[in-house]
T-cell receptor
Framework: SAVISQKPSRDICQRGTSLTIQCQVDSQVTMMFWYRQQPGQSLTLIATANQGSEATYESGFVIDKFPISRPNLTFSTLTVSNMSPEDSSIYLC???????????FGSGTQLSVL | GQQLNQSPQSMFIQEGEDVSMNCTSSSIFNTWLWYKQDPGEGPVLLIALYKAGELTSNGRLTAQFGITRKDSFLNISASIPSDVGIYFCAGLYNFNKFYFGSGTKLNVKP
């Protein structure tokens, strides 16, 4: 499976600021996703990061709040904009295996907003 | 979206006991996946199942893809303290999107 590196691993941010999370994969992958995991909850898909075009957002998530870039097949960023305490979550980058039937996760970014 | 009902929500067991958890859905899934998540970490894939009826083991872990394609279970035999964590099931729906269960929190008493 691909090695997925995410940074930062954790951060504590002030309300109203923005944080950009980076995801680097050690091999080219077709599908990359960003998930959010609120405290004590399951995983919720934010968006699919599309290489060279705008991300595809799930219902309830918008580009202004969670802008995503994917300049190539190994790298993506997620920005959490104008943060509020409700944005405190673990944010996870994920990729599918070559056949698209398995999903692998990075180690996550634990975000706390004060 | 699709709903995956995972149970139990949490378990408290003694070291050495066997554990069983399951996921059910009203929809058919193409793939069933089981993950373990430790605190502050991302989920780690334990077992992947691809065909109805498939039974797959990974050490002390055994998982099965239900015959109806609408359910899956995970068994852990002879539990040890490092099995502590949250276990998630996930299903690939319509070869297109992954859905997740709500998780089973496992506590193991030494």
């Amino acid at each position: 499976s691909a090695v997925i590196s995410q940074k930062p691993s954790r951060d504590i941010c002030q309300r109203g600021t923005s944080l950009t999370i980076q995801c680097q994969v050690d091999s080219q992958v077709t599908m990359m996703f960003w998930y959010r995991q609120q405290p004590g909850q399951s995983l919720t898909l934010i968006a699919t990061a599309n290489q060279g075009s705008e991300a595809t957002y799930e219902s309830g998530f918008v580009i202004d709040k969670f802008p995503i870039s994917r300049p190539n097949l190994t790298f993506s960023t997620l920005t959490v904009s104008n943060m509020s305490p409700e944005d405190s979550s673990i944010y996870l980058c994920s990729v599918t295996g070559p056949e698209g039937e398995k999903l692998f996760f990075g180690s996550g970014t634990q975000l706390s907003v004060l | 979206g699709q709903q995956l009902n995972q149970s139990p929500q949490s378990m408290f067991i003694q070291e050495g006991e066997d554990v069983s958890m399951n996921c059910t859905s009203s929809s058919i899934f193409n793939t069933w996946l089981w993950y373990k998540q430790d605190p502050g970490e991302g989920p780690v894939l334990l077992i992947a199942l691809y065909k109805a009826g498939e039974l797959t083991s990974n050490g002390r872990l055994t998982a099965q893809f239900g015959i109806t394609r609408k359910d899956s279970f995970l068994n852990i035999s002879a539990s040890i303290p490092s099995d502590v964590g949250i276990y998630f099931c996930a299903g690939l729906y319509n070869f297109n999107k992954f859905y997740f269960g709500s998780g089973t929190k496992l506590n193991v008493k030494p």
